[in-house]
T-cell receptor, first 109, second 114 residues
Framework: GQNIDQPTEMTATEGAIVQINCTYQ??????LFWYQQHAGEAPTFLSY????GLEEKGRFSSFLSRSKGYSYLLLKELQMKDSASYLC??????????FGGGTRLMVKP | DVKVTQSSRYLVKRTGEKVFLECVQD?????MFWYRQDPGLGLRLIYF???????EKGDIPEGYSVSREKKERFSLILESASTNQTSMYLC?????????????FGPGTRLLVL
């Protein structure tokens, strides 16, 4: 079966750093995606990891450890506009994705 | 700029009605997907299609059907709407390759079944 876990909610302060974790147990693995979804809007692509290690993209970085079934999304210099849900998704077969429940991040002044 | 559009942002229907949700993409993508999104459950795949007239069941196909008559259009059909189908419905599309491809999402349709 497929199981992807991430915290339901997190709160952080503007200007700080926050790490959103995602653990997965899937029957196959062909890469892991992170999406951002603002309330009432479509999810938008943030990052993709298929090899172990850290991928950095501006204020956002994503890390993957395939042996541990673990990923995290790191957001630096938090801004109010970063308040959103962050979705972890595993590509386990073909072009299909299995999503976690999403982490709702609230950034406070 | 990639574009996935859905026919309605909000929809209110009555139990037993037949409901059509339309999705159109302009990126010439082979793959198209229908998900529903519920609090605490994340996105769950209902159906997907990898080519015209082709469809595959996802994790929760019961109570739904789909139609893909043209490459750019993928329709989700609720044959007889029920209250437990009240949800946010998201359409997505992607290229079809041998590896993982980014899925691009539409803005969603929030469906309320009374």
């Amino acid at each position: 079966g497929q199981n992807i876990d991430q915290p339901t909610e997190m709160t952080a302060t503007e200007g700080a750093i926050v790490q959103i974790n995602c653990t997965y147990q899937t029957s196959g693995f062909n890469g892991l995606f992170w999406y951002q979804q603002h309330a009432g809007e479509a999810p938008t692509f943030l990052s993709y990891n298929v090899l172990d290690g850290l991928e950095e993209k501006g204020r956002f970085s994503s890390f993957l450890s395939r042996s541990k079934g673990y990923s995290y999304l790191l957001l630096k210099e938090l801004q109010m506009k970063d308040s959103a849900s962050y979705l972890c998704a595993v590509n386990n077969a073909g072009n299909m994705l299995t999503f976690g429940g999403g982490t709702r991040l609230m950034v406070k002044p | 700029d990639v574009k996935v559009t859905q026919s309605s942002r909000y929809l209110v229907k009555r139990t037993g009605e037949k409901v059509f949700l339309e999705c159109v993409q302009d990126m010439d993508h082979e793959n198209m997907f229908w998900y529903r999104q519920d609090p605490g459950l994340g996105l769950r795949l209902i159906y997907f299609s990898y080519d015209v007239k082709m469809k595959e069941k996802g994790d929760i196909p019961e109570g739904y059907s789909v139609s893909r008559e043209k490459k750019e259009r993928f329709s989700l059909i609720l044959e007889s709407a029920s209250t437990n189908q009240t949800s946010m419905y998201l359409c997505a599309s992607s290229l079809k390759t041998g590896g993982a491809e980014t899925q691009y999402f539409g803005p969603g349709t929030r469906l309320l079944v009374l």
